[in-house]
């Protein structure tokens, strides 16, 4: 089996304890019975990446890589975002479990040429690996900023709603997100409830809604969601508009039955009426054309009324 984490989570393998990249004192620590260490939830050695905290960092963690992290904006190493600027009003705080997800390491192997296992080496075969956090490789984070550029960052689409900076923002990733409500529902509202944003700017009066990207796809596979309650009263107007046609094509029928019959009698010459009866035929087709036409076009204006304005799906 290869060792290679990333070829391994290619194929769907992946160890149920994997120690790659652990430091050697950690590894010698488990002592020889270190089959049964972590069950029951008892306290286990594993990979902890070494966080190449900031000057201005308070950082909080566990020992099986969980961090807080309490600092300025910084998506990335310590040059990135607001607080790599050295703004401020930028406060950011970090909640990561499994930073580098399955390819977190505390150290790499020095002599890359040695047939021996890491753990094999006579001496500490090893260097220190340090990591800024990452928004691609961290396993699950919630990302907390006061001012930062969220879509950028994360590189989400800009899809119909745009990318915004310079905002504050809550970033959740992880491989399932769920948001579950018991009883009370779940309310997604894109503005209408401030004034002034975290930014100390008015409001623009447009509206920004709510994007539904599955894969976070391109602006042109984006489209307009549909509002249900207008869509139920333009059918109803459809199903109307439809019967009146019915009924007014089965009126122009007759009529052309009556005048075919009538012509049909006389071979030589129209019957009387005949004539006015093809003018009325004609006046009726006249007619249901024209309300064929106005129906469409009231139908086109209507159906724009079902298209949400400011929401949209793919």
Same mark, same amino acid.
């Given at each position: 089996?290869?060792?290679?984490?990333?070829?391994?989570?290619?194929?769907?393998? #992946?160890?149920?304890?994997?120690? $790659?990249?652990?430091?050697?004192?950690?590894?010698? &620590?488990?002592?020889?019975?270190?089959?049964?260490?972590?069950?029951?939830?008892?306290?286990?050695?594993?990979? *902890?990446?070494?966080?190449?905290?900031?000057?201005?960092?308070?950082?909080?963690?566990?020992?099986?890589?969980?961090?807080?992290?309490?600092?300025?904006?910084?998506?990335?190493?310590?040059?990135?975002?607001?607080?790599?600027?050295?703004?401020? *009003?930028?406060?950011?705080?970090?909640? =990561?479990?499994?930073? %580098?997800?399955?390819?977190?390491?505390?150290?790499?192997?020095?002599?890359?040429?040695?047939?021996?296992?890491?753990?094999?080496?006579?001496?500490?075969? $090893?260097?220190?690996?340090?990591?800024?956090?990452?928004?691609?490789?961290?396993?699950?984070?919630?990302?907390?900023?006061?001012?930062?550029?969220?879509? !950028?960052?994360?590189?989400?689409? #800009?899809?119909?709603?745009?990318?915004?900076?310079? !905002?504050?923002? /809550?970033?959740?990733?992880?491989?399932? =997100?769920?948001?579950? %409500?018991?009883?009370?529902?779940?309310?997604?509202? &894109?503005?209408?409830?401030?004034? /002034?944003?975290?930014?100390?700017?008015?409001?623009?009066?447009?509206?920004?809604?709510?994007?539904?990207?599955?894969?976070?796809?391109?602006?042109? $596979?984006?489209?307009?969601?549909?509002?249900? $309650?207008?869509?139920?009263? #333009?059918?109803?107007?459809? #199903?109307?508009?439809?019967?009146?046609?019915? %009924?007014?094509?089965?009126?122009?029928?007759? &009529?052309?039955?009556? /005048?075919?019959?009538?012509?049909?009698?006389?071979?030589?010459?129209?019957?009387?009426?005949?004539?006015?009866?093809?003018?009325?035929?004609?006046?009726?087709?006249?007619?249901?054309?024209?309300?064929?036409?106005?129906?469409?076009?009231?139908?086109?204006?209507?159906?724009?009324?079902?298209?949400?304005? *400011?929401?949209?799906?793919?």
């Amino acid at each position: 089996m290869t060792r290679d984490p990333i070829e391994r989570q290619r194929k769907g393998l #992946v160890k149920a304890r994997n120690r $790659e990249g652990m430091s050697n004192r950690k590894f010698r &620590a488990q002592g020889k019975d270190s089959v049964k260490i972590g069950v029951d939830n008892s306290k286990i050695n594993e990979p *902890h990446p070494n966080y190449n905290a900031a000057p201005c960092e308070k950082v909080i963690e566990g020992e099986n890589n969980q961090f807080i992290i309490l600092g300025r904006d910084r998506p990335a190493g310590q040059t990135s975002g607001y607080g790599g600027a050295g703004d401020t *009003h930028c406060a950011r705080i970090e909640l =990561v479990a499994g930073m %580098s997800g399955m390819l977190a390491r505390e150290v790499n192997i020095k002599d890359q040429s040695s047939t021996n296992f890491q753990y094999d080496a006579p001496g500490d075969n $090893e260097e220190r690996l340090y990591t800024d956090g990452n928004a691609f490789a961290d396993a699950a984070k919630i990302y907390m900023s006061q001012r930062t550029d969220v879509d !950028r960052n994360f590189k989400l689409s #800009v899809s119909q709603l745009g990318n915004f900076s310079t !905002r504050s923002a /809550i970033a959740l990733k992880a491989d399932a =997100v769920r948001v579950i %409500s018991r009883d009370a529902g779940i309310k997604l509202i &894109a503005g209408g409830t401030d004034s /002034i944003n975290s930014q100390g700017k008015e409001i623009a009066g447009t509206r920004v809604g709510i994007s539904l990207n599955a894969g976070n796809v391109p602006d042109s $596979e984006m489209h307009k969601l549909v509002k249900g $309650e207008p869509l139920v009263e #333009v059918l109803k107007g459809l #199903v109307k508009n439809i019967s009146e046609l019915n %009924s007014a094509v089965g009126q122009i029928a007759q &009529a052309l039955i009556v /005048i075919g019959g009538n012509l049909a009698a006389i071979p030589f010459t129209a019957p009387a009426g005949a004539a006015a009866a093809t003018a009325g035929t004609l006046a009726t087709l006249t007619t249901t054309t024209q309300q064929a036409n106005a129906a469409i076009t009231e139908m086109d204006l209507e159906l724009q009324k079902i298209l949400s304005q *400011h929401n949209y799906t793919n």
